[in-house]
């Protein structure tokens, strides 16, 4: 049985995770738009990460015989500045993100509820890998700057990109 606290908490972060599917498939949307295919299909399968998290934890709430409550959705934003400027705004949303999964996590641990506390050490562990990987694309886009021919290489590596493991959120050596 899950605390009330615990379980408002999942609920929103289920929310959260969505909202992020929500997000990585409007950014695909854009790359689709540039005809930037890589990165897009990147973006596709980030959406489908994000619709998998908040699907764990949608199971895990009602494993713990717990009920789901799902909220309203945000709009994501639709138009970015540039490639550049999209992947950065990846970067900061999960930042953000590991700072909500932190704060779940000092809940858990604050309640003494250790069976949540088992779950989101995969969340902890799985957001390292999310930020690792934004980080390397953004240090690489910094590196291209205004290059198209730079912008073209880094979409056939992201095209690259493999949908199963966490681990290989990175770019397209996985
Ligand atoms: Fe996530
Ligand atoms: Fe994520």
């Known amino acids: 049985m899950l605390t009330d606290r615990i379980q408002d908490a999942i609920n929103r972060q289920i929310n959260n995770e969505l909202y992020s599917a929500h997000l990585y498939l409007s950014m695909s949307a854009y790359f689709e738009a540039l005809d930037l295919n890589g990165f897009a299909h990147w973006m596709r ?74 779950l989101l050490e995969w969340f902890v562990s799985e957001q390292v890998e999310e930020e690792k990987a934004l980080n390397e694309i953004v240090a690489h886009m910094d590196l291209i700057g205004n290059d198209g021919t730079g912008l073209l290489i880094m979409d056939q590596r992201l095209g690259d990109r493999t949908a199963d493991a966490d681990a290989e959120a990175g770019e397209g050596e996985a």
């Open 45 to 118: 399968l980030q959406f489908e990460e994000e619709t998998a998290h908040a699907m764990k934890l949608f199971d895990y709430v009602n494993d713990r015989d717990g009920r789901v409550v799902l909220h309203a959705i945000d709009q994501p934003p639709i138009e970015f500045e540039s490639p550049h400027s999209v992947m950065r705004s990846a970067l900061e949303h999960e930042r953000l993100i590991t700072s909500m999964i932190n704060d779940l996590y000092a809940l858990a641990v604050a309640e003494r509820d250790y069976p949540s506390h088992v």
